[in-house]
């Protein structure tokens, strides 16, 4: 996880930061920040290295997928991965974003 640590000099008190979740929004080179966007997902971090992805409500387009794992790859992540559910079984499919 990504951590930012804070250290009181007069009485070595410390405080972390660690993000476990976050919300990725895909949008069009020419849109304005934060509209109109085409997608949005939640991301669950689930070490430094990887993260699972839930809670969209369309799959993505390509595009969109692409965007996801050259953000998630620039922030250092090596997998995204999700689950899907077909007839009560439960399937893991995973991806890796380029970076090792």
């Known amino acids: 996880m990504r951590r930012c640590s804070l250290e009181k000099r007069s009485r070595q008190v410390r405080a972390d930061f660690e993000p476990l979740t976050g919300i990725i929004r895909v949008y069009k080179d020419d ?17 430094r290295a990887t993260v699972e992805v839930v809670g ?15 953000t998630m790859g620039a922030m250092g992540v090596h997998e995204v991965f999700y689950r899907r559910y077909e007839d009560g079984i439960e399937r893991i499919v995973r991806h890796k974003t380029g970076v090792e």
């Open 56 to 70: 969209a409500t369309e799959p993505p387009t390509p595009e969109a997928w692409n965007a996801l794992l050259e």
């Open 31 to 47: 849109a304005a920040f934060p509209d109109p966007y085409e997608w949005n997902i939640t991301c669950v971090f689930h070490d």
